[in-house]
């Protein structure tokens, strides 16, 4: 099973920026996908964003130019760049990949974003 462990969560204000960090536990070229998803209080988990083996992203519309998902390959670690956060961007924010041995989660970090 890969171990997924995020990171960089917290309370900023709105028009802030915070970056999430996602520590893989094996290499990422292991990992076909990984992805960030968020699930805030009383609403189902959604996709924030995606980036593929080949390194093609997607994001979820409300999110799209305000964040950026990247990886640095040397240190296997997946990266969410949030700018210009927004109170509904409150969630806890939890990081999935996807391997041969199936899908994996991390326990998530927690965002909170002030008015």
């Known amino acids: 099973q890969v171990q997924l462990v995020e990171s960089g969560g917290g309370l900023v204000q709105a028009g802030g920026s915070l970056r999430l960090s996602c520590a893989v536990s094996t290499n990422i070229f292991t990992m076909s996908k990984m992805g960030w998803y968020r699930q805030a209080p009383g609403k189902q988990r959604e996709l924030v964003a995606t980036i593929t083996l080949g390194g093609i992203t997607n994001y979820l519309d409300s999110v799209r130019g305000r964040f950026t998902i990247s990886r640095d390959i040397s240190k296997n670690i997946v990266y969410l760049q949030m700018n210009s956060l927004m109170p509904e961007d409150t969630a806890a924010y939890y990081c999935?990949?996807?391997?041969?041995?199936?899908?994996?989660w991390g326990r998530g970090t927690q965002v909170t974003v002030s008015s």
């Open positions: 999935s990949g996807e391997s041969v041995l199936g899908n994996s």
